[in-house]
Protein backbone atom coordinates (compact mmCIF):
# COMPACT_ATOMS: atom_id res chain seq x y z
CA UNK A 1 0.00 0.00 0.00
CA UNK A 2 1.01 3.66 -0.75
CA UNK A 3 0.12 6.79 1.03
CA UNK A 4 0.85 9.83 -0.52
CA UNK A 5 2.12 12.76 1.74
CA UNK A 6 3.87 15.89 1.16
CA UNK A 7 7.02 15.35 -0.63
CA UNK A 8 10.07 16.84 1.46
CA UNK A 9 10.88 19.38 -1.70
CA UNK A 10 7.54 20.76 -1.87
CA UNK A 11 8.15 24.10 -0.25
CA UNK A 12 8.65 27.09 -2.01
CA UNK A 13 12.15 28.18 -0.48
CA UNK A 14 13.57 24.86 -1.40
CA UNK A 15 16.04 26.25 -3.76
CA UNK A 16 17.28 29.33 -1.45
CA UNK A 17 17.51 28.01 1.97
CA UNK A 18 17.67 24.06 2.12
CA UNK A 19 13.88 23.95 4.00
CA UNK A 20 12.73 20.83 4.48
CA UNK A 21 8.64 19.82 3.93
CA UNK A 22 7.47 17.63 6.89
CA UNK A 23 4.84 15.50 6.64
CA UNK A 24 3.62 13.12 9.70
CA UNK A 25 1.81 9.75 9.53
CA UNK A 26 0.97 8.56 12.62
CA UNK A 27 0.51 4.62 13.16
CA UNK A 28 -1.95 3.09 15.56
CA UNK A 29 -2.47 -0.44 16.55
CA UNK A 30 -6.17 -0.86 17.80
CA UNK A 31 -7.72 -3.60 19.37
CA UNK A 32 -11.29 -3.29 17.71
CA UNK A 33 -12.08 -1.18 14.39
CA UNK A 34 -11.58 2.77 15.48
CA UNK A 35 -15.04 4.37 16.09
CA UNK A 36 -16.22 7.04 13.16
CA UNK A 37 -15.10 10.52 13.72
CA UNK A 38 -16.53 14.14 12.49
CA UNK A 39 -12.77 15.51 12.59
CA UNK A 40 -11.55 12.74 10.33
CA UNK A 41 -12.07 11.49 6.32
CA UNK A 42 -11.81 8.44 5.56
CA UNK A 43 -9.26 7.90 1.93
CA UNK A 44 -8.47 4.26 1.97
CA UNK A 45 -9.58 1.33 3.80
CA UNK A 46 -8.25 -2.01 3.13
CA UNK A 47 -7.00 -5.91 4.44
CA UNK A 48 -3.74 -6.44 4.30
CA UNK A 49 -2.03 -9.64 4.84
CA UNK A 50 0.48 -10.06 7.71
CA UNK A 51 1.60 -13.29 8.29
CA UNK A 52 4.47 -11.92 10.50
CA UNK A 53 2.54 -9.64 12.71
CA UNK A 54 4.40 -6.28 11.62
CA UNK A 55 4.50 -3.59 8.95
CA UNK A 56 6.94 -1.39 7.86
CA UNK A 57 6.04 2.36 7.26
CA UNK A 58 8.47 4.43 5.43
CA UNK A 59 10.48 6.28 2.32
CA UNK A 60 13.17 6.14 0.41
CA UNK A 61 15.44 7.04 3.44
CA UNK A 62 14.35 5.07 6.08
CA UNK A 63 11.59 3.10 7.56
CA UNK A 64 10.10 1.93 10.92
CA UNK A 65 8.65 -1.37 11.56
CA UNK A 66 5.43 -1.28 13.12
CA UNK A 67 3.24 -4.16 15.01
CA UNK A 68 0.43 -5.42 13.53
CA UNK A 69 -1.98 -8.48 14.01
CA UNK A 70 -1.04 -11.73 13.15
CA UNK A 71 -2.73 -13.40 10.06
CA UNK A 72 -4.96 -10.11 8.66
CA UNK A 73 -4.91 -6.60 9.40
CA UNK A 74 -7.98 -4.15 8.51
CA UNK A 75 -5.86 -0.64 7.24
CA UNK A 76 -7.85 2.56 7.83
CA UNK A 77 -6.28 5.79 6.52
CA UNK A 78 -7.45 9.08 7.56
CA UNK A 79 -6.88 12.70 7.16
CA UNK A 80 -8.48 15.88 9.27
CA UNK A 81 -11.60 16.58 7.74
CA UNK A 82 -10.34 19.71 6.49
CA UNK A 83 -7.91 18.63 4.20
CA UNK A 84 -9.58 19.39 0.73
CA UNK A 85 -10.58 16.27 -1.35
CA UNK A 86 -8.19 17.30 -4.23
CA UNK A 87 -5.26 17.77 -1.86
CA UNK A 88 -3.32 14.57 -3.22
CA UNK A 89 -0.32 14.96 -0.73
CA UNK A 90 -1.38 15.96 2.69
CA UNK A 91 0.86 17.19 5.58
CA UNK A 92 -0.47 14.09 7.64
CA UNK A 93 -2.55 10.70 7.96
CA UNK A 94 -3.37 8.39 10.35
CA UNK A 95 -2.68 4.96 10.25
CA UNK A 96 -5.12 2.72 11.92
CA UNK A 97 -4.29 -0.92 11.67
CA UNK A 98 -6.91 -2.96 13.99
CA UNK A 99 -7.54 -7.27 13.48
CA UNK A 100 -8.39 -8.16 9.67
CA UNK A 101 -10.58 -10.69 8.73
Known sequence: MIALVRHAQDVESF???????????????????APESADRR?????????????????????????PAHPGWTRIVVTVDAEVPQDDLSPDAIRVDLSPGE
Open 15 to 33: AEESEWAEAEVLVRLLPDD
Open 42 to 66: EIYRGVLHTPSGRVSVGDADSEVIH
